[in-house]
């Protein structure tokens, strides 16, 4: 018995569009005038150039709070409602990340630049005095104040290099915070600008 044959498409080559960034008629300098070969300070600089949301994740360890600032945040399915977000192996916090079952994920306001630092810097009391949190559901520690919150089962860890990519389900949260989201840009926390 012979497999059935699946049809195939050509390829046809394309020249560049006359807008596109790689050619040039004028002689003026183009992104290939300029490109850098692949690395870890090229990929670093370029993601300076991309503004991203701001969350911290947070997980018990031993009845502990822990957590961390990410800027790595994404949805990824609606339906099931999944996100994903990375954490390096590390990280003081990759432990409990690892071994949780459930995770906090809380989206800062503008009004929170403090906070996002405290939750990035090592060897911080991120849960100390000055940080306003409760127990939420699973167990979860959840920060007050934020914009929204979710508490997720986490679905998978997938390794990528020297971090790992979590993918969580939401189980429960808030979306009802009040004010603006913080953003991350060229290595600071910003206020969104109109």
Known sequence: M???TVPTVPIVPTAPSPRSPLSSR????TATDT?????PDLLRSVFRQHAAGVAVITAQDGGRPVGF???SLNSVSADPPLLSFTISTGASSWPAVRDSEYLGV????????????LFARSGADRFGPSTGWATGPHGVPVLD???AWLVCR?????????????????VVGDPAGEG??????????????D
């Open 69 to 71: 600032t990410a800027t």
């Open 154 to 170: 986490v679905v998978a860890r997938v390794p990528a290099g020297e971090h790992r990519v979590i993918i969580a389900e939401a």
């Open 106 to 117: 809380h989206i800062l306001g503008e009004h929170q630049r403090e906070l996002a630092g």
């Open 35 to 39: 490109a850098r070969t692949g690395s």
């Open 26 to 29: 004028s002689g003026a300098a």
């Open 145 to 147: 104040g934020v914009l």
């Open 180 to 193: 603006r989201p913080l953003l991350y840009h060229q290595g600071r926390f910003n206020a969104l600008r």
């Open 2 to 4: 012979t497999a059935p």
